[in-house]
C-alpha cells in the first residue's frame, strides 16, 4: 500500500526567506512518481513539481526544488525567496508503480503555508 | 486557468437523492481522474480514466460510479447520497498515463448535501 505523511499541519515563513515542507512516502513499488500540488484559499489545485524514483537529480521548477532522498524515502519541497502569494496548502503525492495498481494516487494530509510580511 | 472545466460548480441536495457530475478534460488529454477533497478525510483519489477504460480505482464507495464518453469528458455518479458525501469533487486531465504526466486540476464542483 502506498502512504505519504505529511507532518507539518502548519507552517509560516517570513517574506523572501526559503523554506522546506517535509514529505516521506511508503511504498514497496520500485517505480513511482512524487507530485506537489499547492491550493490556494480559492481551491483551485496547482500543479508544482514532479520527481520521478529513477530520476538521478533533484527537480527544479523556478522557485521550487525538490530534496528527493530515496533511501530516506523523503521528496521534501523547497521553496526559495518565499513571496506572500506563496500562502496556501501545499500538499504532496504520490503515483504508485505496477503492484499498486498503476495510475493510483495517494494524497498527503497537507501543510498549511503562511507567509509573513 | 487549467483548461479542464467541471459542471455545476456548486450543488446543494437532500440525502438519498442522485446527482451527476461532469467534466470535460484538456483538449488533447486522454486521461480524466476523480477526486474528493473532504475536511476529514483530506484529498482522495477515486477513479481513473484513459480513452474510455478504468484504469484504477481508489477509494470509491460502490454508491459512486463514473464513465468516461468517446468525445473524452467524463461523469461521476453520486446516488444514494448521506451527508457524509459532503465535500470538493476534482477531476483532472492529462495526457496520457505513467511518468509526470502532469495532471491540470479542474475548479472542483462542491456538493452540499443536507
Known amino acids: 500500500a502506498q502512504k505519504i505523511t505529511q507532518t507539518q499541519p502548519g507552517m509560516f515563513v517570513q517574506e523572501k526567506e526559503a523554506v522546506t515542507l517535509d514529505c516521506t512516502y511508503d511504498t514497496s513499488d520500485p517505480s513511482y512518481g512524487l507530485f506537489w500540488y499547492k491550493q490556494p484559499s480559492s481551491g483551485e489545485m496547482i500543479f508544482l513539481i514532479y520527481q520521478g524514483s529513477y530520476d538521478q537529480q533533484n527537480a527544479t521548477e523556478g522557485r521550487y526544488s525538490l530534496n528527493f532522498q530515496k533511501a530516506r524515502k523523503s521528496a521534501n519541497l523547497v521553496i526559495s525567496a518565499s513571496q506572500l502569494g506563496d500562502s496556501a496548502m501545499y500538499f504532496c503525492a504520490m503515483r504508485g508503480g505496477f503492484s499498486g495498481g498503476y495510475q493510483k494516487v495517494t494524497f498527503g494530509t497537507g501543510t498549511k503555508l503562511q507567509v509573513i510580511p | 486557468d487549467s483548461g479542464v472545466t467541471q459542471t455545476p460548480k456548486h450543488l446543494i441536495t437532500a440525502t438519498g437523492q442522485r446527482v451527476t457530475l461532469r467534466c470535460s478534460p484538456r483538449s488533447g488529454d486522454l486521461s480524466v481522474y476523480w477526486y474528493q477533497q473532504s475536511l476529514d478525510q483530506g484529498l482522495q483519489f477515486l477513479i481513473h480514466?484513459?480513452?474510455?477504460?478504468?484504469?484504477a480505482k481508489g477509494n470509491i464507495l460502490e454508491r459512486f460510479s463514473a464513465q468516461q464518453f468517446p468525445d473524452l469528458h467524463s461523469e461521476l455518479n453520486l446516488s444514494s447520497l448521506e451527508l457524509g458525501d459532503s465535500a470538493l469533487y476534482f477531476c483532472?486531465?492529462?495526457?496520457?498515463?505513467?511518468?509526470?504526466?502532469?495532471?491540470?486540476f479542474g475548479p472542483g464542483t462542491r456538493l452540499t448535501v443536507l
Open positions: 483532472a486531465s492529462s495526457v496520457g498515463t505513467g511518468g509526470k504526466n502532469e495532471q491540470f
Open positions: 480514466y484513459y480513452n474510455g477504460e478504468e484504469r
